[in-house]
Nanobody
């Protein structure tokens, strides 16, 4: 089985930074495309950032220039470095794996999901 476990969420003031981690077991990250999604209460689950199996990355406009997705294949760990955080970034963040590397943020393409980690940005 494949298991994804997120960590690193918490509360931070606007302008602050956090690093989220997602540890995968049951496979090697180099064989998968990975993405971060987020969901606020009453809102849809939206894509945030993705990284392809070749290491290339993409970001949604809302986080471009502020967030960075990366991975450490040797540790089977995915990261999301979040800088200049805004209250609008408050949400539960999920990591997900697309085993076929379809690309994009269609939820149905991501077969494996983590349990989520909460990020709260407020004064």
């Amino acid at each position: 089985q494949v298991q994804l476990v997120e960590s690193g969420g918490g509360s931070v003031q606007p302008g602050g930074s956090l690093r989220l981690s997602c540890v995968a077991s049951g496979y090697t990250y180099t064989s998968y495309c990975m993405a971060w999604f987020r969901q606020a209460p009453g809102k849809d689950r939206d894509g945030v950032a993705l990284i392809n199996d070749d290491g290339s990355t993409s970001y949604t406009d809302a986080v471009k220039g502020r967030f960075t997705i990366s991975k450490d294949s040797a540790k089977n760990t995915l990261y999301l470095h979040m800088n200049s955080l805004k209250p609008e970034d408050t949400a539960t963040y999920y990591c997900a794996a697309d085993t076929s590397c379809t690309g994009g943020y269609l939820l149905g393409d991501y077969f494996y999901w983590g349990q989520g980690t909460q990020v709260t940005v407020s004064s």
